[in-house]
Nanobody
Framework: QVQLEESGGGLVQPGGSLRLSCAAS????????IAWFRQAPGKEREGFSC????????YYEDYVKGRYTISRDKVKNTLYLQMNNLKPEDTGVYYC???????????????????WGQGTQVTVPS
């Protein structure tokens, strides 16, 4: 049974950093692609980063590129999202999702993914 569990969210001041975790069970971490999404208050869920199965190619949307880094620990079967230089607009619930082998052009769309974690809240006050 594929399961994902996010953790590591919290309240952080602008310019600060957080590292989110996505613990995977029911599959090995590099056998599926995994994407990170966030949902800001009153907005739709949107994907901003993805790591493919196998070689672990990574992809980022422009608005997080250079600030966010996705990585995986195969021993712990856990995916990480290092977030630096956080801004108020980064506030939202962060989710990891899986269910396909490769990220693909439409990784940022929620409908592209099958399995989701419960989310973790990140708050960056203005």
């Amino acid at each position: 049974q594929v399961q994902l569990e996010e953790s590591g969210g919290g309240l952080v001041q602008p310019g600060g950093s957080l590292r989110l975790s996505c613990a995977a069970s029911g599959f090995t971490l590099d056998s599926y692609a995994i994407a990170w999404f966030r949902q800001a208050p009153g907005k739709e869920r949107e994907g901003f980063s993805c790591i493919s199965s196998g070689d672990g190619s990574t992809y980022y949307e422009d608005y997080v590129k250079g600030r966010y880094t996705i990585s995986r620990d195969k021993v712990k079967n856990t995916l990480y999202l290092q977030m630096n230089n956080l801004k108020p607009e980064d506030t939202g619930v962060y989710y990891c999702a899986t269910g396909r082998l490769y990220c693909g052009t439409y990784f940022h769309l929620p409908g592209s993914w099958t399995y989701w974690g419960q989310g973790t809240q990140v708050t960056v006050p203005s």
